[in-house]
């Protein structure tokens, strides 16, 4: 896959009057990267995806498309596809003609528009459906043609807002295996707005997470999941056992288990539930809690537990042994290069 940066967000901020949506945002899009925008409600992600569209100019900053200037290029001029939240396809036209419509404005043959719309249709799994109008089409189905409308004139970067939030859930999983099908095979740019963790996590070959209009961490799934930059990404990716750290003496708070130097500066201890387990007798780490709850999940069991100074911790255990009941007094263990401090 190559690796050159495509397009480059420089310095860019937006505010809508007064209100800052985008602070000074800077990275970068390698070509072929599955880049996804991820953060809560109003964090600042379809501002972004607008400004890098050209559906909005921002207050300040550049945008650079192959090295080149495009702040101020129209969309039209930039042609990059977008796929937005609802399927905005053309209510009264078919799936074909749906397909085809960037391509008749594009003003391309008759043959050649009729063989993509077939390339297209069969690459989203609509053969048999040419004739339908969206109305008699799953939701599913209208966002498959909404994808294959963007994709028809073979754009150099896909920009996706929510495409699957109408989605049910098992609807959503379909449609992101396709995604990632479709990513791989045209090696097209993909940029993504999500707010949900895991979609994120599961499709992106990197993923930039945003809170209130800042950029928090930029890195590949494993990067942002296993070493976040600071704790709202910690806590934003999935379950996360924080542990208070006394600063003066390096130390767990209440305990005497001492921790690397790297913490100077930091307020807790970071670990993932999966990452965390009971003690065995040679692990190097005991940390005595309470057992408060064990919640049976089938292959699993989640066990909720309190340390002394009253945290909550949580971890998976694949086996339930019997005779532990709440109250129960317990030691967990963890490696140490498997937390962090934030
Ligand atoms: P969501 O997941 O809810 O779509 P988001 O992260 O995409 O959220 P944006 O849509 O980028 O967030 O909005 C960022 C902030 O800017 C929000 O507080 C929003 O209310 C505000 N905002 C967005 N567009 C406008 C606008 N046209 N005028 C005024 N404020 C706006």
Same mark, same amino acid.
Do not use: V
């Given at each position: 896959m190559a690796s050159t940066t495509q397009i480059e967000v420089c310095s860019i901020g937006k505010k809508y009057g007064k209100f800052k949506?985008?602070?000074?945002i800077n990275l970068g899009i390698a070509e072929g990267e599955f880049l996804s925008l991820l953060?809560?409600?109003?964090?600042g992600k379809t501002t972004l995806l607008t400004l890098i569209g050209g559906y909005d100019a921002p207050s300040s900053g550049r945008l650079l498309f192959d090295g080149q200037?495009?702040?101020?290029?129209p969309a039209k001029q930039r042609g990059f596809g977008m796929v937005f939240q609802?399927?905005?396809?053309?209510?009264?036209?078919t799936v074909a003609e749906n397909i085809a419509f960037p391509l008749k404005v594009q003003k391309r043959s008759k043959a050649q528009i009729a063989d993509r719309v077939a390339q297209m249709v069969e690459m989203v799994g609509?053969?048999?459906?040419? +004739?339908?109008?969206?109305? @008699?089409?799953?939701g599913g189905q209208q966002q498959r043609v909404a994808l294959a409308r963007a994709l028809a004139y073979e754009p150099k970067v896909l920009l996706l807002d929510?495409?699957?939030?109408?989605?049910d859930k098992n609807l959503r999983g379909q449609m992101q295996e396709e995604l990632r099908r479709l990513h791989r095979d045209l090696g097209t740019t993909f940029v993504f707005v999500t707010h949900d963790q895991e979609e994120a996590l599961a499709l992106s070959t990197h993923i930039a997470i945003f809170n209130h209009g800042e950029l928090q961490q930029i890195g590949t799934p494993e990067e942002v999941y296993e070493?976040?930059?600071n704790r709202f990404t910690a806590e934003f990716l999935g379950d996360i056992n924080l542990l208070s750290l006394d600063g003066s003496t390096g130390c767990l708070a209440e305990t005497a288990i001492e921790l690397p130097k790297?913490?100077?500066?930091?307020?807790h201890l970071a670990i993932r539930p999966e990452h965390m387990?009971? +003690?065995?007798?040679?692990? @190097?780490i005991q940390l005595p809690v309470r057992l408060r709850d064990r919640v049976y999940l089938g292959s699993k069991s989640r066990l909720l537990l309190e340390t002394s100074g009253g945290e909550e911790l949580m971890l998976y255990l694949d086996?339930?042994?019997?005779?532990?009941?709440?109250g129960s007094e317990l030691r967990v263990a963890w490696d140490a290069r498997d937390s962090f401090a934030v």
């Open positions: 949506a985008l602070g000074d953060g809560p409600s109003g964090s200037d495009m702040t101020n290029w609802g399927y905005a396809l053309f209510p009264h036209l609509l053969s048999g459906h040419e +004739a339908k109008k969206p109305t @008699a089409l799953s929510e495409p699957f939030s109408a989605l070493r976040p930059a790297t913490i100077a500066g930091q307020s387990r009971l +003690a065995a007798d040679d692990d @190097a086996n339930d042994p019997t005779d532990m009941r709440p």
